[in-house]
């Protein structure tokens, strides 16, 4: 359950339409985009602060056109700059729930040292990290993100450089949460950002987000709904990992490797199977679980990380409440006043 | 003991104590100044040191100084040429005899002077011994060697007895400046309050000074400068960077709205950052970010959450931030940009100060990309300017960037302590809660001034942005017209600023032959040169500007009442460009000097003697 403990609780219970703004959404019809839209309008009333609690930050880019389509406090802010406008906001402002909306471009490239500092001081923020895996706004440009050799305008030849798994970023970085949600299952992001929202520090949901004009399907593999049961493993907490169509595969740990098994084969049963601990603070299994791939693995969708940790705002506040109590300078009177004075 | 010695009563002194980067030259300089300060001399200091932390031992490269000007009368600069030269080693005294003036008195630690260490500071013969000191007042001691004896009962080991040099040189300079040791010796004690065996060394070494002092036969001149004149008051001694975050702080208390500040290290600004560190009892909330562009952008993120953002830093910092600050200006949102100038470009030269980036803060921008630019011109005024750039940034819901440079931040001088009750009021534009009217670009008719409207407000919600907005809806728009509008707009909204600052004021005459110009830092240099030649008789005025942009009302107005105008600065020339772009009509002379180094006072007196005369 959401605490209340900074934040406010709204008064009267609120609903989807409180969220719509009165602006027209321009993105490509198609775009895996408004299926976000849509999950947010579903979780921030069941999150329930108040509605002037919210605020949501942007950089540039398809993503970031996102503030303008919620009716909050927005600010669409420059190139790759959004978890650091984020991060000022929250620190000054800590009643307030803050949320970035961002790309792979925004994220990974021009604002990646933005990125991965945000999520080493834990601020409570929820970045939503739409990657569709192209410079959407651009016209298609490849990204950190996109596969190696993938034909780009661009990389007519190939992209020859290695993406990032945004995962594997975000657990380098010390990151305490992580969760990953396809866009085409508005059912399980609105849990996860209902996850993220509880989840004191920096949340960082990956979705995997269809750009229908310049980088059409490069999901589908993982996504498609004929087969995603076998494609997707739905983490739970608390419970084995189990996939598949008939739920008759699982993940195992195998000496120091995850692996994919049949269930009643070679004697292997559900007790064997890994059992999902998305709160432990030790990264090992949850950096595995990140790296999963493709055609050996599913990808393993839903919370993989939610390690409690102290956040940078919190511990701002009580650094300011302590010194507060006990320094003899209260006023800058005072402190005008402290060390070596004379009168003349 | 007592023996005859000349005393020579002095209406300014300069001393600059140099020796090797691990000397402790800073901690002397500072302490000797303190109690300069409390005898109640004016002042001013500069440090002087390397942007090495520790170079090579022994060589030019590793000279750190720390000069003071100390006077009965008024005091506006750190001194050209120094008065008294205290050298720890052959490479100090290499480095800064050229600052000595001709019979200065030279303090010179003799012990240092071995063959290996001359050699190492460029010099062929011993200078102590080959007669090119001839002409000075020099007072010549084995400073290390009587130091490692006057400690000897107290057992201590060779490298602290070493290291406790510096206060062996500082109690026979009290001696010679006819000053009481008693303060120091309590200022030891609180410094090294964990270290007995420490204080006791310094102590011991401090008093040992002293007394060697009054009994050598080396000394055969004493000083004695008066106390000043000053106006009645509570004062304190206080560099430009503690000054401008006091001055923040200050600003932050009397507006209501919590100071954030994100800033990155960067020479000559960081001791801002420190300072801000240090008050979080004031709720001061201080983020030191992963870059300059965080910086800032964190400090635009709090000022959209109602606080009052600010950031701190120097020119190349300043280049880095270009992008967020027309995004500060378009999003109309109060910021405050400190930038402690040093000599560019690129890094440039770090520790050196220079009026470097007046055109960056005028114009480093894409687009029409208005603000507020102001300059600090003395270490204790960055507090008055620091304060006023927070106000106008709040009240004008605009960034100001404010000037000053490494010879205000690194500098110190007398303050005569405000009571933070009598500083201007401070008003921010504050939108009310569920105010129905409420528009995120609707303006104040006189000031053309936005609403500062703060999340988790009720009623309020709006969004901004680094896109065009119409005005008042502050909807995104590429409308024509509208742009033209805003341009305008945001444009005017800075010129009307110039309704709320001071006129210029003419420091003599209003009219007359020549008019002295400058900006910021240099006042207390131009200040002096020109009061010098006033006295002589000369018909030359001068004007200082803290406000650049916009220009007080009446400047074209002083400008146009002397014959002759000489714009003074420690830059190629962007001020006075500046004015010629804006009031062409003028004819301008420029005195530009780019070395690192302030004017000195006589070079520009040399000047204004040939404007003058041609």
Redesign the interface.
């Known amino acids: 359950m959401i605490s209340y403990k900074r934040i406010e609780k709204s008064p009267v219970e609120l609903t989807k339409q409180d969220f719509v703004s009165d602006q027209m959404v321009k993105w490509c019809p198609g775009c895996g985009a408004h299926a976000i839209l849509a999950a947010v309008g579903n979780v921030f009333p069941k999150i329930g602060y108040r509605k002037e609690n919210f605020a949501m930050v942007s950089g540039i880019g398809c993503s970031s056109r996102f503030p303008y389509y919620v009716d909050t406090f927005g600010f669409h802010g420059i190139h790759g700059r959004a978890s650091a406008i984020a991060s000022g906001l929250k620190i000054a402002n800590p009643g307030l729930s803050v949320w970035v909306a961002t790309g792979d471009g925004d994220s990974m490239a021009i604002g990646g040292n933005h990125f991965i500092h945000v999520i080493r001081r834990n601020i409570d923020i929820n970045i939503l990290l739409f990657n569709n895996q192209i410079y959407g706004l651009t016209k298609g440009q490849f990204s950190p993100t996109t596969p190696l050799g993938s034909v780009t305008k661009t990389s007519p030849h190939g992209t020859i450089e290695h993406p990032f798994t945004v995962s594997g970023l975000v657990m380098g970085s010390q990151g305490t949460f992580f969760a990953r949600v396809p866009d085409n299952n508005i059912k399980l992001m609105t849990e996860v950002l209902y996850e993220a929202a509880k989840h004191d520090g920096t949340s960082v949901v990956e979705i995997l987000q269809n750009c229908i004009i310049f980088a059409d399907k490069v999901h589908e593999q993982v996504t498609n709904r004929d087969t995603r049961e076998e494609r997707q493993l739905f983490l739970k907490h608390g419970e084995p990992m189990i996939f598949g169509k008939d739920l008759d595969k699982g993940i195992i740990l195998n000496g120091t490797r995850l692996e994919v098994v049949e269930l009643g084969k070679n004697g292997i049963n559900e007790g064997d199977l890994l059992v999902h601990d998305m709160y432990t603070r030790d990264p090992g299994i949850h950096r595995m679980l990140g790296w999963m791939k493709p055609p050996h693995f599913p990808v393993a969708m839903g919370v993989i990380r939610a390690a409690p940790a102290d956040t940078y705002d919190d511990l701002t506040e009580r650094q300011i409440e302590t010194a507060k109590k006990n320094s003899k300078i209260q006023t800058v009177n005072d402190l005008l006043r402290s060390g070596d004075t004379w009168e003349i | 003991m007592a023996k005859k010695q000349q005393v020579r009563e002095l209406e300014d002194v300069v001393v600059k104590f140099v020796g090797d980067s691990g000397d402790g030259m800073q901690l002397t300089g500072t302490l000797f100044s303190?109690v300069a300060?409390?005898s109640?001399n004016d002042l001013a200091t500069f440090p002087d040191f390397p942007a090495e932390i520790r170079a090579p031992h022994n060589t030019i490269a590793g000279v750190s100084g720390f000069q003071m000007h100390i006077g009965r009368r008024k005091i506006y600069t750190s001194g050209d040429m120094c008065d008294v030269l205290v050298a720890m080693n052959p490479a100090s005294l290499k480095a800064n005899l050229k600052w000595a003036k001709p019979g200065a008195t030279l303090v010179i630690d003799s012990s240092t002077f071995e063959e290996k260490a001359i050699g190492k500071a460029g010099y062929i013969e011993n200078p102590l011994e080959d007669g090119s000191l001839e002409g000075y007042h020099v007072i010549k001691a084995p400073i290390t060697e009587l130091t490692t004896e006057s400690l000897a009962d107290l057992g201590v080991d060779k490298r602290l007895a070493e290291r406790t040099k510096n206060m062996f040189v500082l109690g026979l300079m009290f001696y010679l400046f006819d000053r009481d040791i008693e303060k120091p010796l309590e200022f030891i004690k609180q410094k090294f309050k964990d270290k007995p065996k420490v204080v006791q060394a310094n102590q011991t070494a401090l008093k040992a000074g002293y007394n060697f002092a009054e009994t050598t036969e080396a000394i055969k001149i004493t000083f004695k400068v008066g106390a000043a004149p000053?106006?009645?008051?509570?004062?304190?001694?206080i560099t430009g960077n503690v000054a401008t975050a006091?001055g923040l702080?200050?600003a932050a208390?009397r507006s209501g709205r919590?100071l954030?500040l994100?800033s990155y290290p960067i020479t000559p600004a960081t001791e801002i950052l420190m300072e801000l560190a240090r008050?979080?009892?004031?709720?001061a909330?201080v983020?030191q970010?992963?870059?300059e562009?965080?910086g800032i952008?964190?400090?635009?993120?709090?000022?959209?959450?109602?606080?009052m953002?600010v950031t701190t830093t120097s020119g190349p910092g300043l280049s880095l931030k270009s992008?967020?600050l027309g995004?500060a200006v378009i999003?109309e949102l109060p910021l405050v940009i400190v930038n402690v100038q040093r000599a560019g470009p690129s890094t440039g030269m770090p520790t050196k100060s220079e009026q470097s980036d007046l055109m960056q803060a005028l114009f480093g921008r894409n687009g029409e990309s208005p603000l507020m630019v102001m300059a600090a011109s003395s270490s204790a005024n960055c507090f008055h300017y620091a304060y006023l750039a927070s106000k106008y940034a709040m009240e004008h819901m605009t960034p100001v960037i404010l000037l000053t440079d490494g010879y205000l931040g690194f500098g110190s001088e007398l303050f005569k302590?405000?009571?933070?009750?009598d500083l201007p009021s401070i008003t921010p534009p504050m939108a009310d809660p569920d105010d129905p009217n409420f528009k995120p670009y609707r303006r104040d008719e006189k000031t053309l001034v936005r609403k500062w409207a703060?999340?988790?407000?009720?009623?309020?919600?709006?969004?901004?942005?680094?896109?065009e907005k119409t005005n008042i809806d502050g909807?995104?728009s590429t409308d024509p017209l509208n742009h033209q509008l805003m341009v305008n707009i945001r444009e005017e909204k800075i010129n009307r600023i110039a309704d709320y600052i001071p006129l210029l004021e003419v420091n003599g005459e209003p009219e007359g032959e020549l008019l002295v110009v400058g900006w910021g830092g240099t006042d207390g240099a131009l200040a002096s040169a020109v009061t010098r030649m006033q006295e002589e008789g000369h018909s030359i005025s001068h004007v200082q500007f803290n406000y650049i942009k916009p220009l007080p009302k009446n400047t074209l107005d002083v400008l146009s009442r002397f014959k002759k105008i000489v714009v003074c600065e420690l830059n190629a020339g962007q001020f006075v460009n500046y004015l010629r772009m804006l009031f062409p009509a003028i004819p301008y002379h420029q005195f530009n000097k780019v070395q690192g180094l302030p004017f000195h006072v006589q070079e520009l007196t040399d000047i204004f003697i040939k404007l003058l005369e041609d």
């Open positions: 303190d300060a409390l109640g000053l106006e009645k008051g509570l004062y304190r001694n006091w702080l200050a208390e919590p954030f994100g008050h979080k009892s004031l709720g909330k983020f970010a992963e870059d562009i965080a952008c964190s400090a635009i993120g709090a000022s959209f959450g109602g606080s953002g992008e967020a995004l999003t302590i405000p009571d933070v009750n703060v999340p988790g407000v009720a009623g309020l919600r709006h969004r901004v942005g680094g896109l909807n995104v």
